[in-house]
């Protein structure tokens, strides 16, 4: 037994329905497409249930997690070398023997820095969805980028 749908179109595309309506088996084109997207859905849902087991979806998240990690520490020792080749010297100094990661946003030299870093800004605001770990893996990652800076060029001045 059939039913009757009814369905809504903008006023343009039902002036062109209406100059092409001969032409088209309307339910027939809404069954077709209707039928696709279930299927779709279904299918959708089959995956999630059958092929991808708990361990399989732990095992992903843990690398994703890793890599996400990783990115933090290579962004921060990147972004630590950038910063001290334009460094004033005594700022160098300073981050060189700088210790308190954690408040990093607060600190009094290099606060304005951190906190200017639009990618670092958002890691360091406590409300953000961000894992605080990452925001401490990118201030290490700054940390090593420094030194690593400094140990290249210390020699030479």
Not at 125 to 143: E, F, H, I, R, V
Request: hydrophobic fraction near 35%.
């Amino acid at each position: 037994m059939a039913k009757k749908v009814t369905i809504s179109i903008p006023d343009m595309l039902h002036e062109k329905l209406e100059t092409w309506r001969e032409s088209f088996n309307l339910s027939k084109m809404f069954q077709d497409a209707v039928v696709e997207a279930i299927q779709r859905k279904e299918e959708f849902q089959k995956r999630i249930r059958e092929d991808l087991d708990l361990g399989q979806i732990i095992e992903r998240l843990r690398s994703e997690k890793m890599q996400s990690e990783t990115n933090s520490l290579e962004a921060g020792k990147n972004d630590g070398i950038r910063w001290a080749k334009t460094a004033h010297y005594d700022d160098l100094q300073y981050a060189l023997h700088w210790s308190d990661l954690e408040n990093a946003a607060k600190d009094s030299v290099l606060g304005h820095y951190f906190t200017t870093n639009a990618s670092l800004s958002r890691l360091l605001q406590s409300n953000t969805y961000c894992d605080p770990k990452y925001a401490l893996s990118y201030l290490n990652g700054w940390k090593q980028g420094v030194e690593q800076f400094w140990e290249e060029i210390r020699e030479k001045l």
